[in-house]
Structures are given as C-alpha cells and as structure tokens.
C-alpha cells in the first residue's frame, strides 16, 4: 500500500520527490459521506472487457471486494479482449436478468446496440472507462462512468517525458484506435510532447489486446528506424510495456535505458514490478483501482435504489522508481479510509 509520503511528482517543471502520491494519497478520504444505505441481496454481473488487462483485474478484484462488504452477489464475465466475446457476454448478462451490470474497460459505443437492450430491460449500468465522459449521466443509459480525468494522466505522463529528456524527448506514442478514449489519450500526449519541444517520432495504432504478439517485434523495427533518436515510449495503457522488454535486452540496452517507458494508466502490478526492479518501464500515472472497484458497487447501489449519482472523481497519481523504494506493495491503493467510508454510507 503505498503512503502520502511515498511519492514523486512533478513540481516546477523539474522532476522531484515530493509528499503524496502526486498529491493524490489523502490523509483522509475525498469522496461521498451519504448515500443510501444498502440494498440488500443483489445480483450484479461485471462486463469485463479483457480479464489479461490490469487495470480491468484491478477493478474487478475491487468490486468483489466491495461487493462482499455490501452484501451482494457477483458473476464476472470476460470479454476477452474481442468485440464479438464481449457482445456475447452481453447477451449473457440479460440472459441472467441482474439487478445491476458494471461495463469494465471497453467503449460502450461498441456495443451501442446490445446495451440499448439491457437498458430497455431496466437493468442499471454503471462503467469503468467506457467511454470520454466520466461522471454522471454517461452516454447509452450509463448511470456513472467512474475514471480519472483522462487528459489530465496524458499530461502527467508527458510532463514526465519532457522533464526526464530535459525538454527534447523523442517519443514513439502506442495507442489503440479501437477505442475514442484512447485516441484522445494519445492526442493529449502528442499535444503536450509538441508544445513543449519534444518530437513524436511515431504514432503507432496498434489493437491492445494484441500486444502479446505485435509488441516483440514492432519494439525490433522502431529500433531500426529510429536509432537513438528514440528516448521515450509512451502508451495509452501498461500493457503495451508487458511485451517490449525481451526485445530491448536483446538489443543490449539496459533496463533503465533509453528508450524508457511511460504508461498514461492505469497502474497494472506487472507496471509496479517494472519500475520497481528497473525493468523496461520508468513510470505509470496510476489509478486507485480498487478504490474506482468500491466506487462503481456504491454508485450502483445508488442507481438500484433511484437515487443521485455521486459524481466522484478519483486523481491519479505519477508512480517512480523512486517513489516505491520503501513500499513493498504492487497496486496503488490510497491509505485514505475509502473501504471505511463506503461501508458506513451502506450502513455496513
């Protein structure tokens, strides 16, 4: 579990250690203090867009946790990183006529028109980035999409990048045009990068959930074309990095070495263990994941029951090498009293 004291961050243009998660780990918690209390015996099903992506483990584990405390009953269904398994786990869900379903990681607009049933089921939804807007009132009947200000991990992580290189990084960006949040992810970084001096080498679109096998070799090519010129890696998501690493040391270069990585989200224990061993990956802009899984059952018990979404926005937080020196956890979970809040608005 990583404290306020524990983190890095970015102060004045100059990369420093600093108090608090890039300010993020509060010393007390900063989301809702009422709400209704439990609903009790509850069915809800977890729509998981691909059970391999951490950060999508990460929330899930979070609900099921969550989901224990407030009473209710969770069936977990993966997506397995493919449209056509995540339409089927869909149908699955209505199939199963839940009181609630959790949309985990994957663009609703994907699967506008099988969600469109579920809502004229009357059956709620609540997400966990499916899609740009976050908050309340989320297009395709979505009652809350809980996730970080998007852009504003884009801007830690390519502050970070402009910082390390001393303003002139030359960056390759991973992104995933299967999905409109991830786009924006990559844009925000390319903005940032170009204002500030630095070049985007390359803007490379490839499908996430095939990481395994492009990774290894397109890391091969990018290195025959762009030499040393190439500094940093930026990606939309940790999972790029899972792959890059063999094909690196191949090439000699050391773990710490140029090229390094950056990940604008979502802070996978895999990404932890990198940076933290100096293997392949310098840093993360993290979200509390577990903290969004508790976040996404409270919002749906608010939806079950008519009431007002909460409208919650958890901060991410910059994760280095340095900042996890004397921590031994591998997820960043704030020591905040979040697990204590939610149970006492349930009345649990």
């Not at 890095?8 to 809702?32: M, V, W």
């Not at 996404?296 to 994760?319: F, H, K, M």
Request: proline share 4%; with cysteine.
């Amino acid at each position: 579990m990583l404290k306020r004291t524990l983190l890095t961050g970015l102060l004045a243009g100059t990369f420093l250690a600093t108090t608090g998660l890039a300010g993020l780990a509060q010393e007390a918690f900063d989301g809702p203090t009422t709400g209704p209390k439990a609903a009790e015996g509850k069915t809800i099903v977890v729509l998981a867009g691909d059970m391999k992506n951490g950060g999508i483990l990460g929330v899930t584990n979070g609900i099921e946790e969550a989901a224990a405390k407030i009473g209710w009953e969770v069936k977990v269904l993966d997506g397995a990183g493919s449209v056509q398994s995540r339409a089927a786990a869909v149908g699955q869900a209505l199939a199963l006529g839940p009181d609630g379903i959790v949309i985990n990681g994957f663009d609703a607009a994907e699967q506008q028109a099988a969600l469109e049933g579920v809502a004229a089921a009357g059956i709620p939804m609540v997400s966990w980035h499916s899609g740009p807007k976050i908050g309340c009132d989320a297009p395709g009947g979505i009652f809350a999409n809980v996730s970080t200000d998007a852009m504003d991990v884009s801007a830690k992580a390519a502050e970070w990048a402009l910082a390390d290189a001393g303003g002139k990084p030359g960056v390759v960006i991973f992104t995933d045009s299967t999905y409109t949040i991830a786009i924006l992810k990559a844009a925000k970084l390319k903005e940032i990068i170009e204002a500030g001096g630095g070049t985007v080498l390359q803007w490379v679109d490839t499908p996430i959930a095939e990481t395994s096998a492009r990774m290894g070799p397109l890391t091969t090519t990018l290195l025959q074309q762009h030499g040393a010129a190439w500094t940093h890696s930026l990606a939309i998501n940790d999972l790029y990095f899972d792959f890059m690493g063999p094909s690196l040391a191949a090439a000699g270069i050391d773990g710490r070495g140029a090229p390094k990585a950056g990940s604008a989200g979502d802070g996978s224990e895999a990404a932890f263990q990198r940076i933290r061993t100096g293997q392949y990956q310098a840093v993360t802009v993290a979200e509390p994941l577990n903290l969004q899984g508790w976040q996404l059952v409270d919002e749906l018990n608010r939806a079950i029951q008519g009431e007002a979404c909460s409208g919650y926005i958890t901060a991410p937080a910059l994760v280095t090498e340095e900042g996890l020196a004397n921590t031994s956890g591998n997820t960043f979970d704030p020591d905040n009293g979040y697990r204590e809040a939610y149970a006492a608005i349930w009345g649990k």
